[in-house]
């Protein structure tokens, strides 16, 4: 079974050992679109550039997959039906991945959750209390372009080939996306929550958007954080 923090388990009187919670709010992005939208890429620009942390829910679930624990079968099944894994795995595999950074000065971007109702319900359960989620980026793409951009990404691979990326597998996951994930962003849409970003478009065209919608909400830019040192020309 999976470990799952509770609001509940928060009341309960702290355990010695145990690490304590951050006293902060974590500073969250949600960031969603369809398989092959661009989620992945836009969020490496921001990360190349500004100081965001980001955290694939897909790529958690690859590398917990990959490390063989109770849970890899499980997820392995369900990824390669295109379906969406249960939120008690996704959510704690999120988490434990938040706590590693310091909450005062990062800001969070999630890429490819939540995707589902039990998804939402989870990280409200989890993290509800502790994150504050600013708005989620959704990149908007026709199936059509997502598909060929996934069946480009299948030849151009080699090795390092998704074991999810099969051209069958794809189309799963498309129509997932647009069953259960959609009605998530629909969700947050009329909540005000969502901006939305035309991702048809080449990759740096979608970038400028992308910034253009954080806006003011954007970190500080890498080359102000840590200016890069004068080199000496000695090597
Ligand atoms: N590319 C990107 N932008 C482009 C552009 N503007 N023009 C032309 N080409 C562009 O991009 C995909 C490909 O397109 C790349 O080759 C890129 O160069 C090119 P990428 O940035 O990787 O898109 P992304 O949206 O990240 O696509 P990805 O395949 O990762 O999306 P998925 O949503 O399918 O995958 P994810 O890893 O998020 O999830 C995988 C599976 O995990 C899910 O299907 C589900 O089974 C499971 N999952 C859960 O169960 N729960 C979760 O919470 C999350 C995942
Ligand atoms: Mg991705």
Redesign the pocket.
């Known amino acids: 079974t999976v470990k799952i923090s509770t609001k509940f388990e928060s009341k309960s009187e702290p355990v010695p050992d145990m690490p304590t919670e951050p006293s902060v709010k974590a500073e969250c992005f949600f960031v969603l679109?369809?398989?092959?939208?661009?989620?992945?890429?836009?969020c490496s620009n921001l990360v190349r550039d500004f100081n965001f942390v980001h955290l694939?829910?897909?790529?958690l679930?690859?590398i917990e997959r990959n490390s063989g624990s109770k849970n890899a079968k499980l997820i392995e099944d369900?990824?390669k039906a295109?379906?969406?894994?249960p939120v008690e795995i996704?959510v704690n595999l999120i988490k434990d991945e938040m706590l590693k950074y310091d909450w005062e000065k990062t800001k969070f971007l999630i890429?490819?959750?939540?995707?589902n109702q039990d998804?939402v319900d989870g990280w409200e359960r989890v993290l509800g209390d502790q994150a504050n989620v600013k708005f989620m980026l959704f990149?908007d793409c026709d199936e059509d372009t997502m598909l060929k951009?996934?069946m480009?990404?299948i030849d151009?691979s080699g090795d390092e080939k998704?074991y999810?990326?099969t051209e069958e597998i794809?189309r799963k996951?498309i129509k997932?996306?647009k069953d259960t994930c959609m009605p998530i962003v629909e969700h947050f849409e009329k909540k005000g929550l969502v901006k939305n970003i035309d991702?048809?478009?080449?990759?740096n065209e979608?970038y400028a958007k992308v910034r253009e919608a954080f806006g003011d909400a954007l970190p500080v830019l890498k080359s102000e954080a840590e200016p890069i040192a004068e080199t000496t020309g000695l090597p």
């Not at 295109?82 to 894994?85: D, L, P, R, S």
């Open positions: 679109g369809g398989p092959g939208s661009g989620k992945g890429t836009q694939s829910a897909g790529d679930l690859r369900i990824c295109g379906k969406i894994v996704t890429d490819g959750f939540p995707r998804n990149l951009r996934i480009k990404r151009n998704r999810d990326d794809a996951r997932t996306n991702a048809s478009a080449q990759p979608v």
